[in-house]
């Protein structure tokens, strides 16, 4: 599947601000069964200086630095991607949990594809006890791990409401689990957190979903979205599987993979600094079109 991908960030302030800086987390990064075409990054006003490369986990970060004062920002980040479809993980070769843990543990691959990172608590995705308990109710170690993962995403897509205005970005994961409420990052570092407190290394993974519109209805412009799932890693046959909670699904070719991380704060699309007290608005508008309804 080959799509074309449009993400636009306007931030408005208040005031005038200046000496700003920030770090970008826009353009994909390398990952199996995905290539990247034509990336594209605009930034207005022009930064005064800019530079790519690749952060501590598997995500690329640019960093951009505007001297000048300004009240608004625009971000254009557009690419093409062509994903090709992953077959489904063969159940004989995933280990129960008691056998992954071992492994994960005894890892040498200190790669940032390793194990070793995702496996214990990270400064969002911190250990929450009502959780693990949670987790434990769900999983026991006699099971396998791509299973494991299964339940604990089928767990919350049945368990939770998706509701965009429950919490906010900066929200606790704990408190999306007591509300049973959130969105696609909640849900994730939901399952993250309940995923290590049984021994599974995972990640948080930010991208894009494909959305199709209703029958009858044509799909809108903007109306997609940054999206966020669960990668798992499910022992060194089968290496990482993506786990979409939100959707009850395994991440396939309807998902556009951008980063992974530890949590949301390792690959957040944006994050930066500046000097002034204004207040300030964002709006994002996200188009994801495969390319066969792409004009030439």
């Known amino acids: 599947m ?10 408005r302030y208040a005031t005038m601000v200046q000496l700003a800086r920030f770090n970008l987390r826009l353009k994909p990064a390398d990952w199996p069964g995905q290539t990247l075409h034509d990336y594209k990054l605009k930034v207005t006003p022009r930064p005064a200086s800019f530079s790519t490369q690749e952060g501590g986990y598997i995500v690329n970060v640019s960093r951009v630095a505007l001297l000048q004062p300004i009240s608004q920002l ?12 992953r077959a489904a993980p063969d159940m004989a070769l995933s280990p129960d949990l008691a056998m992954l843990k071992s492994t994960a543990v005894e890892s040498r691959d200190l790669t940032k594809l390793g194990p070793a990172f995702y496996l214990f608590p990270s400064p969002v995705a911190h250990a929450e006890r009502e959780i693990a308990r949670w987790a434990y109710g769900i999983v026991n170690d006699n099971i396998d791990v791509v ?11 049945n368990g939770f409401t998706y509701d965009g205005e429950a919490t906010e970005a900066d929200t606790a994961p704990i408190e999306a689990f007591h509300k049973r409420r959130g969105v696609c990052q909640d849900f994730t570092h ?21 959305t199709i519109p209703p029958p009858g209805k044509e799909r809108l412009v903007g109306a997609d979205a940054t999206h966020a799932w669960v990668n798992l890693w499910c022992g060194e046959a089968l290496g990482w ?15 556009i993979f951008t980063a992974m991380g530890r949590d949301y704060g390792d690959v957040a699309p944006l994050d930066g600094v500046f000097l002034g007290s204004a ?16 004009s030439a």
């Open 241 to 255: 599987i993506g786990f979409d909670p939100t959707n009850n699904v395994l991440a396939q070719t309807d998902h």
């Open 279 to 294: 207040g300030q608005q964002m709006r994002t508008s996200v188009d994801v079109v495969p390319l066969e309804n792409v």
């Open 190 to 210: 939901i399952m993250i957190i309940a995923a290590r407190a049984l021994g599974i290394p995972a990640a948080y993974v930010s991208g894009y979903l494909r």
């Open 2 to 11: 080959i799509y074309s991908v449009r993400h636009l960030t306007e931030v």
């Open 147 to 157: 299973s494991a993962g299964n339940a604990l995403m089928a767990a919350i897509y």
């Open 74 to 85: 625009h971000i254009e980040s557009s690419f093409r991607v062509e994903i090709v479809p």
